[in-house]
């Protein structure tokens, strides 16, 4: 194939020219804006919520959560390993202490062991729970790759425990439980904070962006009044508080109103691409497609082979770099946080499935714009490739 096929790429096949040209015509390009105000109120609405903050980043998003959760030196935060790194970093920022929880075969993180972390590691009172003598203040839960977490029992838990549950769901704007207790609940949406990102690679994009939601409404409020340099009146610039720039451009916010206009067509897209690439891969014996929870609808952001090692002894860097030179861009899953030269000292505990499947998935394109031509291309190639990678094993 002449045209090279990328990983993950924006799609801009709506409004968003029109919106962004009309913010620009009428010189709200900043902070300010309408548009700002509309994205909001739309991602309220399509996520079935009361409030809605829009700040620069996921990554803001995350720390301004754990802000309002009260969370500081001193306090614990339960963790994962697998996931990108800005799930971790804004612990650090409040200068707390990340504890690395292993996932289950979600990728996300098991509640099994968060459960046996909490009896066997920890002390609890009857009000709150100490590790180390120090207070477990909140959990950073991951919905990986648009799949869900086991939120009915991670919600337990720390129900239980009196956790904070932060829920990252930057990639999996759109996923909903379809059973259950959460039936109808989207990611982001069930734990006391929910976080969301709209990066380049994301199922919609701003270009760079982030939104944050609350159970409780007013603590959205206040995220937002922190986004914007705690300024408590415009005209004698008056702040009582330290403050962030952390607020979403009106411009970004003009082009999130286009492209969330798109958002159940593209997770259309996701499904309908991801069902053509599970049913073609579902008799290779070297790889086959890792399948999302049954008791969801997901957005399927990405897509993930899981690479049977017993067969395929290639480093994965070396499989990326082959496909590459056939024009098929792929990627790792991620470099383990706990490995990291920032957190290697950090406490991990029972990591045994994030190891196992971060030397063995690979992440194909999945563009809402690839063609069935061109994920037939992916899907011969990759087939091609590993048979020749078993035959050298």
């Known amino acids: 194939m002449d045209k090279f096929i990328p990983l993950s790429i924006p799609n801009f096949e709506g409004n968003e020219r029109k919106y962004v040209d009309d913010a620009v015509d009428k010189v709200w390009v900043s902070t300010g804006g309408a548009y700002v105000n509309k994205f909001e109120s ?28 009260g969370v500081s030196f001193g306090d ?42 909490c009896e066997n590691e920890c002390k609890w009172d009857g009000q709150k729970l100490t590790f180390n003598n120090s207070r477990v203040k909140a959990l950073v839960v991951v919905h990986v790759f648009g ?3 086991d939120m009915e029992n991670i919600m337990a838990i720390a129900h239980h425990y009196n956790i904070t549950v932060i ?15 959460y039936k109808g609940k989207f990611a982001g949406t069930i734990g ?10 994301k199922i919609i994009t701003t270009g760079g962006g982030g ?23 415009p005209h004698y610039y008056l702040h009582d508080e330290i403050g962030y720039n952390y607020r979403m451009t009106n411009l970004q916010a003009a082009l999130g109103c286009a492209q969330l206009e798109e958002l159940p067509e593209f997770i259309r897209r996701k499904q309908q691409n991801y069902e053509h690439y599970f049913n073609s891969f579902k008799d290779f014996k070297f790889c086959s497609v890792v399948p999302f929870r049954e008791d969801i609808s997901s957005n399927k952001w990405f897509y993930s082979l899981f690479i049977d090692r017993d067969f395929i002894k290639t480093p994965i860097i070396e499989i990326i770099t082959r496909l590459k030179e056939v ?38 394109p999945c563009s809402t714009q690839i063609s069935s031509d061109e994920i037939e291309y992916v899907i011969m190639t990759i087939k091609k490739l590993f048979m020749e990678l078993a035959n050298e094993s």
């Open 147 to 149: 799949n869900m977490a």
């Open 327 to 364: 024009k098929i861009e792929t990627r790792p899953i991620w470099g383990l946080i706990n490995e990291q030269k920032p957190y290697q000292l950090e406490t991990t505990y029972k990591l045994e499935k994030a190891p196992f499947y971060a030397s063995r998935i690979l992440n194909i």
């Open 76 to 117: 614990t935060v339960l963790v994962p390993p697998l996931t990108f790194i800005a799930a971790v970093n804004p612990v650090k920022y409040q200068h707390a202490t990340p504890v690395f929880i292993d996932c289950d075969d979600s990728f996300c993180l098991d509640p099994v062991k968060l459960k046996s972390f």
């Open 211 to 233: 939104a944050v939601t609350s159970k409780a409404p007013y603590k959205v409020d206040h995220m937002r009044f922190l986004s914007t340099q705690a300024k408590t009146d």
């Open 167 to 181: 829920e990252d769901a930057t990639e999996a704007l759109g996923t909903k439980y379809t059973e259950g207790k």
């Open 42 to 69: 739309d991602l309220a609405k399509f996520l079935k919520v009361d409030n809605v903050a829009v700040c620069q980043s996921g990554t803001s998003a995350l720390h301004l959560s754990l802000i309002e959760a």
């Open 192 to 201: 006391d904070f929910g976080a969301f990102s709209f990066n380049g690679n």
